[in-house]
Every structure is written in C-alpha cells, then in structure tokens.
C-alpha cells in the first residue's frame, strides 16, 4: 500500500512539472515567435509653417471649404485636416492654405514654406515643402506628379 501511495505521488509530480514546463514552454515561444502589429497612422493638425532665413516667422490657415459658382468645393479630408493613412497605402488630398500679408508684425517677408503634422503619438514633425521666390505674388503650386520623400 505504501508503494502504490509513493508511485501516485511520484506520478502526480512529474505530471505537475511537466504541466507547468509545457505553460512555461508555451509562455516563452508565444514571446519569441515573430509578433506584428498593424494599425492606422493618423495624421493632424497638417499646417504649413513659414520661414524667412531659417527662422520660423507665421502659420498659414487651412482652408477647409471654399464656394464657387454656387457649389462648395472641400479642401483636405472632406473639409478637415486630420488624415488616416492605412498601411500599405498611398492616398492623395488636394488641401488649400491661405495667409493674409496684414496678419504679419514686422517684417513679412518670407523664403521658405514647411509642412508640419503630428503623428499618432503626437509627435511634432516639420519637413520642407517649397523655397519660395516672389513671396506675396498670389498663386497655386503646381501640383507634382513625382513622389518625393520628405524623412
């Protein structure tokens, strides 16, 4: 009797350990195995920052909706400016911006045009846009076919 009681217990630990191994073993391969993590990036607050020499002078305002003819056109993500990126992804958003000469102190001349947006972790980021010639001559950009990188 009391060799079949050593022999169950015997039997009960190796079964114990061998449960808690295979948990353990489990556990560390769900830890190593090759994990991704998808998920949108959204992008806001997109601004056009103005520079002169370097030196950061005004903030152009979005414009999100504009009326001709009658007919209101929306600018940017159907009239906002956050936008979704879904990965593997490109999408293309025609946004308008606009600054207004009396709305400078001092000098308001300027040479540069950034783009800045915050990203999802709302992390700051600036990039150059366009240098600019005849600042205050009113005009659109032409819109480039080509894809530029920015980072």
Request: glycine share 8%; proline share 1%; aromatic share 16%.
């Amino acid at each position: 009797m009391l060799k079949e009681i050593i022999l169950v217990t015997i039997g009960g630990c190796i079964g114990f350990v061998s449960s808690f191994g295979t948990l353990m073993a489990s556990s560390w391969l769900e830890k190593r195995g090759k994990l991704k993590v998808y998920s949108r990036f959204v992008y806001s607050k997109l601004r056009n920052i103005l520079y002169y020499k370097g030196k950061r002078i005004a903030k152009m305002i979005q414009i999100n909706k504009f009326v001709e003819e009658g007919k209101e056109v929306y600018y940017g993500n159907n009239g906002g400016y956050s936008f979704i990126a879904d990965p593997r992804s490109i999408k293309r958003y025609e946004c308008q911006f606009s600054i207004k000469k009396e709305s400078f102190e001092g000098d308001s001349d300027f040479d540069e045009i950034k783009l800045r947006y915050f990203d999802e972790c709302d992390n700051e980021k600036i990039f150059h846009l366009k240098f600019v010639k005849d600042c205050w001559n009113i005009c659109s950009f032409k819109i480039d076919d080509d894809w530029n990188l920015l980072c």
